[in-house]
């Protein structure tokens, strides 16, 4: 099942995850156990070019927190999201392996 989650979050800081029914949330597939349990994340603003991929881990069960942005829109640095709604996946993207 894929890793698929909201956020309504501005700004760059940690990133409060919604649940989407049918959707694999990042708490069940990496725990929340810190920066032990580092994984790959992308970000994407659903109306405006925002988007960042990079490592994080989990604070709780609900707060993303990134860690290493390894590319974005911002001059692959972090982006401070604007309001709206942001889909966020554990989909790898191309050159991801590449850039770390």
Do not use: C
């Not at 709206?84 to 850039?99: C, M, S």
């Amino acid at each position: 099942m894929r890793v698929y989650e909201t956020s309504a979050t501005e700004g760059a800081g940690p990133l409060q995850l919604h649940h989407q029914t049918g959707s694999r949330s990042f708490y069940s597939a990496f725990g929340a156990n810190g920066a032990a349990d580092a994984f790959l994340y992308l970000v994407q603003h659903r109306d405006l070019n925002e988007w960042e991929a990079g490592t994080g881990h989990l604070a709780d069960a609900g707060t993303l927190v990134r860690d290493t942005v390894i590319a974005s829109s911002n001059a692959d640095a972090a982006v401070p999201f604007s309001a709206g709604v942001k889909d966020i996946t554990n989909d790898i993207y191309e050159g991801a392996y590449d850039a770390r």
